[in-house]
């Protein structure tokens, strides 16, 4: 069972009332710095010791041991790569110490410092955004905004985001996208099967999805001819709880919806009045089209992710309004405004075809060739998306091209968010 007892009481305690703690949190971090720096930790001098020691062994008694000294190098990666990731994952748990009384246990749980915690986490960035850069040859994106569908696959896979929490909505999920070279006779569910259980979730912020809780997931033709995944939730733990609920369903909407019309339940065979935690599937869940939606920034992994939020607008411009602050959510949630302040729109207006939006952003804004105003402005184009439109224009007194945009010029919206790097 991958959500415990352990979980769901971490979240009602963060649900408590609130203490108040008029205190710096400068001065607070100074009282407990000495504590953290005094808690044990693995020397970094030692593994350069260990490895001069292992040259001059093995320069002193010849290469019969080569192998062995390659095999006990590889165990110390391990266990290196194994604390940073423990690293951040405590990083990630730390943020609200000072706000909330029910989740101060957590504070026992750091293990190295936060000059430490950044070091890593600035290297895993750069390596994991440098990938993803490999995959969008035109310039740094945070979306896929095409691909070759007749060599490849854009796998979508919803997941939870596990510090987000808004008012009254509850949790959010969002779609990673992984593009999947085709092979002969390979459909795009063995697409995903492939690569659903090989990605880190956690290193994006993200809990494992449902599905990889023993979901079996399939694919078959309906009496109309058009393909519809199945998920077989026979060995699932089913039991989940009214947080989870909508969840599910969510993550079940973002992993399909851009490639089915509709994906249906199965339980033991029986595909009607499938129950899982509060709710009874009836029959296959279908899939809503231009839900025109906010999108929002999460950033406690390793790269930035897009969110779209609950609620629904009437135009682009209320929208756009909605992202340059952040959704009411609880404290301990972590989505942040996707447009900031350096990011002015002054108008938004639609071209008569209705199919492409022209977006004045005002002379005054700061556009430049940061991940900042790139995630902006894509956050926008998938807003544009969540309309039913093809492409936008972003206006601007200023020229040139910001990741994979060029100012003045119509920009097609993209395929999906959140493209990570993905190696087999």
Same mark, same amino acid.
């Given at each position: 069972?991958?959500?415990?007892?352990?979980?769901?009481?971490?979240?009602?305690?963060?649900?408590?009332?609130?203490?108040?703690?008029?205190?710096?949190?400068?001065? #607070?971090?100074?009282?407990?710095?000495?504590?953290?720096?005094?808690?044990?930790?693995?020397?970094?001098?030692?593994?350069?010791?260990?490895?001069?020691?292992?040259?001059?062994?093995?320069?002193? #008694?010849?290469?019969?041991?080569?192998?062995?000294?390659? *095999?006990?190098?590889?165990?110390?990666?391990?266990?290196?790569?194994?604390?940073?990731?423990?690293?951040?994952?405590?990083?990630?748990?730390?943020?609200?110490?000072?706000?909330?009384?029910?989740?101060?246990? &957590?504070?026992?749980?750091?293990?190295?410092?936060?000059?430490?915690?950044?070091?890593?986490?600035? &290297?895993?960035?750069?390596?994991?955004?440098?990938?993803?850069?490999?995959?969008?040859?035109?310039?740094?994106? *945070?979306?896929?905004?095409?691909?070759?569908?007749?060599?490849?696959?854009?796998?979508?896979?919803?997941?939870?985001?596990?510090?987000?929490?808004?008012?009254?909505?509850?949790?959010?999920?969002?779609?990673?996208?992984?593009?999947?070279?085709?092979?002969?006779?390979?459909?795009?569910?063995?697409?995903?099967?492939?690569?659903?259980?090989?990605?880190?979730?956690?290193?994006?912020?993200?809990?494992?999805? *449902?599905?990889?809780?023993?979901?079996? %997931?399939?694919?078959?033709?309906?009496?109309?001819?058009?393909?519809?995944?199945?998920?077989?939730?026979?060995?699932?733990?089913?039991? #989940?709880?009214?947080?989870?609920?909508?969840?599910?369903?969510?993550?079940?909407?973002?992993?399909?919806?851009?490639?089915?019309?509709?994906?249906?339940?199965?339980?033991?065979?029986?595909? %009607? =009045?499938?129950?899982?935690?509060?709710?009874?599937?009836?029959?296959?869940? &279908?899939?809503?089209?231009?839900?025109?939606?906010?999108?929002?920034?999460?950033?406690?992994?390793?790269?930035?992710?897009?969110?779209?939020?609950?609620?629904?607008?009437?135009?682009?411009?209320?929208?756009?309004?909605?992202?340059? !602050?952040?959704?009411?959510?609880?404290?301990?949630?972590?989505?942040?405004?996707?447009?900031?302040?350096?990011?002015?729109?002054?108008?938004?207006?639609?071209?008569?075809?209705?199919?492409?939006?022209?977006?004045?952003?005002?002379?005054?804004?700061?556009? &430049?060739?940061?991940?900042?105003?790139?995630?902006?402005?894509?956050?926008?184009?998938?807003?544009?998306?969540?309309?039913?439109?093809?492409?936008?224009?972003?206006? !601007?007194?200023?020229?040139?091209?910001?990741?994979?945009?060029?100012? =003045?010029?119509?920009?097609?919206?993209?395929?999906?968010?959140?493209?990570?790097?993905?190696?087999?």
């Amino acid at each position: 069972m991958r959500h415990n007892d352990e979980d769901q009481l971490e979240k009602l305690l963060r649900q408590m009332p609130k203490i108040k703690d008029d205190r710096d949190p400068k001065h #607070i971090y100074k009282e407990i710095q000495p504590k953290l720096t005094s808690s044990t930790r693995r020397p970094k001098l030692v593994p350069a010791i260990a490895l001069v020691a292992a040259v001059v062994i093995l320069a002193v #008694i010849g290469p019969m041991f080569v192998n062995n000294m390659q *095999f006990d190098m590889s165990l110390s990666g391990s266990n290196a790569n194994s604390g940073a990731e423990e690293s951040m994952d405590m990083a990630t748990m730390d943020a609200d110490e000072t706000d909330d009384a029910g989740i101060a246990m &957590e504070s026992t749980r750091q293990n190295v410092s936060e000059g430490e915690e950044s070091t890593t986490k600035d &290297e895993k960035d750069a390596s994991d955004f440098a990938t993803v850069e490999m995959m969008t040859a035109d310039g740094r994106s *945070f979306v896929l905004p095409t691909y070759n569908e007749a060599e490849e696959y854009a796998v979508t896979i919803g997941a939870s985001l596990s510090n987000a929490d808004t008012i009254p909505f509850g949790g959010s999920t969002t779609p990673l996208t992984v593009i999947v070279p085709k092979e002969e006779g390979q459909t795009y569910v063995d697409a995903l099967n492939k690569v659903r259980g090989n990605i880190a979730f956690e290193s994006y912020g993200l809990e494992k999805p *449902f599905i990889n809780d023993n979901g079996v %997931v399939t694919e078959e033709i309906d009496a109309t001819g058009n393909r519809v995944p199945v998920v077989d939730v026979t060995k699932m733990n089913k039991g #989940i709880s009214s947080f989870q609920d909508p969840l599910f369903k969510k993550e079940l909407i973002d992993t399909f919806s851009l490639h089915y019309s509709q994906v249906q339940l199965s339980d033991n065979g029986n595909k %009607v =009045n499938v129950e899982i935690g509060n709710t009874v599937y009836e029959g296959p869940i &279908e899939f809503e089209q231009n839900q025109k939606r906010a999108y929002y920034k999460y950033y406690t992994g390793s790269i930035l992710l897009l969110v779209a939020g609950h609620e629904r607008f009437k135009t682009i411009g209320d929208t756009f309004k909605a992202m340059t !602050s952040a959704p009411e959510q609880y404290d301990y949630s972590m989505l942040e405004p996707s447009i900031p302040d350096t990011v002015k729109v002054d108008r938004v207006t639609l071209e008569d075809d209705g199919a492409v939006a022209r977006i004045k952003l005002a002379d005054n804004s700061v556009l &430049e060739d940061n991940d900042e105003t790139i995630f902006a402005l894509e956050a926008m184009l998938m807003v544009a998306k969540e309309f039913g439109l093809k492409g936008v224009v972003f206006e !601007s007194s200023q020229t040139g091209t910001i990741g994979t945009i060029t100012l =003045n010029e119509e920009v097609s919206v993209p395929f999906s968010p959140n493209l990570i790097p993905y190696n087999e």
